[in-house]
């Protein structure tokens, strides 16, 4: 698991975004389909500019994009983003599990 800088930065942008319990539902909404920023904003109990940080975090992290129409903005969750959360969740499971195999290998050995 040779893993960059950048890969490393990215993982890190990814799961500071996916921190925050807001964001992450900001991100359940607009995966299943486009919304605009104030109807989220409506969602929520906090000023329209709170809601429009979250969506930067998450748009920074590549979670999503906007766009224009008009006076609106429209915000989409990015499928292959959230799916290489989950593979590298999953490269995360595979390195525990070995050290977790050797653990129980020695004391087996024991």
Partial sequence: MDRTTEDEDRADALFRALADRTRRDILRRVLAGEHS??????SY???FAAVQKHVAVLEQAGLLT?????REQLASGDLT???SVSTLLE??????RGHIDRIDALIKES
């Fill in 91 to 96: 490269e995360l499971e595979q390195h525990w």
């Fill in 81 to 83: 983003a959230v799916r």
């Fill in 45 to 47: 109990e906090m000023s």
């Fill in 37 to 42: 920023i104030s109807v989220l904003a409506a």
């Fill in 66 to 70: 906007k766009r224009r129409r008009g």
